[in-house]
């Protein structure tokens, strides 16, 4: 615009040539960046005045804050507010027509920027608004802006990223405090998040936060938070099933699991790696005296376990004060195992059997089944050539027969009863590598 030509006429000569307004245009003390059409009659020091085309009858515009709003069914109106020009055009001829609001900036006259349909919808830059509010930022970068008391720091954008996402961004406020708080109030659901590819709302995940005497998250899909799922409580701790880690407050733990009492749905737990779906592990807890950790092998609930690798799997079991160690070799995955004892520990009597999980006869049990094993019970290699392989230790009495050691000037008679076999390996090749015998007696 020329600078000879001021804002105020260039809006006289745009009112000149809109026909619809009929009278005389003047400004107004009352009303001093706004034009006047016809006169303003006394006592209606807030208000813009217009006479409607339809039947020449006076209508009003009301002035609240420095911004004229329409009051009325059908009016064209244009005002001036502090220097920039803006367009009201309510209506046409047909009453069921809508509200438009528009931006004047030079020559430009008719981007719309408000508008409001007869069905109750406001459009903000979109001429056919499809909803209540429907606002078409025209950017993928701004959108809607939220500011708090400080209005130069606090500050909130909401828009639509090029994806389609919507997308809440604090980074125009200030560097701190700029986090998302939200605040939910019931005793059940907190923050939901329903199913996410869209194709339904029953599937849900329930985010609720307890104030209680350890404040947690609870997460659960599908569910109130009366029911426990994953939770982290104010200590940063873990718990599956359970809002206090340990549970009950008894023992410790940054990680507590709680599930049902001997059912498939206790706290077990199983790992698994990329290279198939066979678990390599499993540690089944069933209840108290009743536990199993199981090596590339698992249970599924079946009557047994399973192998998960055909060279070796091995189990190890606490069941009914007895601490077991099983194994097996050669069976396919998937297929069931037919475990073999391979050590045994009984607390009770503070035994060991090995190859023998009942009936440990002794502190140190070796049990050899195998009739056709070819392999001898006990091997004992000494390294050291100085010691001998068996080291006794007991007491002698005088006189005495039945102690472990019995002096032989005790002894009257002597029968001999048999002999034991046993093989001698010589790696000094001194002696003939043997089976050799070994007698043994009765006495009197």
């Known amino acids: 615009m020329p600078a000879s030509e001021t804002l105020l006429s260039k809006l006289e ?3 000149n040539g ?8 003047e400004q107004t003390t009352i009303l001093p960046n706004a034009i006047v059409i016809n006169d303003a009659p006394s006592g209606l020091a807030d208000y813009i005045i217009v006479r409607d085309p339809r039947d020449g009858n006076y ?11 329409v009051i009325n069914d059908y009016v064209n109106l244009l005002f001036v507010k502090g220097t920039e020009p803006i367009a009201f055009q309510h209506g046409s001829n047909s009453p069921s027509g809508g509200f438009k609001v528009y931006q004047v900036w030079e020559s430009d006259f008719g981007a719309v920027a408000l508008q409001a349909d007869a069905t109750g919808n406001i459009g903000i830059g979109i001429a056919i608004p499809a909803t209540k509010l429907d606002i078409d930022t025209g950017s993928n970068t701004a959108g809607l802006r939220l500011r708090g008391l400080a209005e130069t720091t ?3 954008d909401l828009y639509v990223g090029s994806g389609g996402h919507l997308i809440i961004d604090l980074t125009a406020g200030a560097a701190v405090n700029q986090f998302v708080d939200i605040r939910t109030e019931d005793d059940q659901f907190g923050l939901i998040i329903r199913e996410s590819d869209g194709t339904g709302t029953a599937v849900y995940a329930n985010f609720h936060v307890t104030d209680a005497a350890t404040d947690y998250l609870n997460i659960v899909v599908s569910q109130a938070t009366t029911t426990l799922g994953l939770v982290i409580t104010e200590d ?3 718990g599956i099933r359970t809002s206090t880690v340990p549970h009950g407050g008894i023992g410790a733990a940054m990680l507590a699991l709680d599930g049902a009492n001997g059912s498939t749905d206790g706290p077990h737990q199983q790992w698994t790696t990329t290279t198939d779906d066979y678990p390599v592990g499993q540690l089944l807890i069933w209840s108290h005296d009743n536990w199993q ?10 009557s047994d376990s399973e192998s998960s690798d055909a060279g070796s799997n091995f189990r190890f079991i606490k069941n009914a ?10 069976i396919a995955q998937g297929s069931n195992i037919t475990w073999d004892e391979l050590m045994a520990f009984d607390p009770t009597n503070k035994n060991v059997g090995i190859g023998i999980a009942s009936g440990i006869g002794a502190k140190l049990h070796v049990d050899q089944p195998s009739t056709t ?16 392989f068996i080291r006794f230790i007991g007491t002698s009495t005088n006189g005495v027969l039945t102690q472990s050691i019995v002096d032989n000037a005790d002894i009257i008679s002597t029968t001999l009863v048999g002999w034991l076999k046993f093989y001698v390996q010589d790696d000094g090749n001194q002696l003939p590598d043997a089976a050799y015998y070994m007698p043994f007696y009765s006495i009197a």
Request: hydrophobic content about 45%; some cysteine; glycine content about 10%.
């Open 321 to 330: 004060d007895m601490l077991l160690i099983q194994g097996d070799t050669g």
């Open 293 to 302: 950790l199981l090596i590339d092998c698992y249970y599924d609930g079946g």
């Open 373 to 388: 094993a070819s392999i001898p019970t006990l091997t004992l290699d000494q390294a050291d050539l100085s010691e001998e």
């Open 154 to 156: 606090e500050i909130a």
């Open 236 to 238: 940063e701790r873990v």
């Open 59 to 69: 209508i009003t515009a009301v002035k609240v804050a420095g911004m004229a709003y």
């Open 13 to 15: 000569n745009l009112l």
């Open 18 to 25: 809109l026909t619809i307004l009929g009278g005389t245009k």
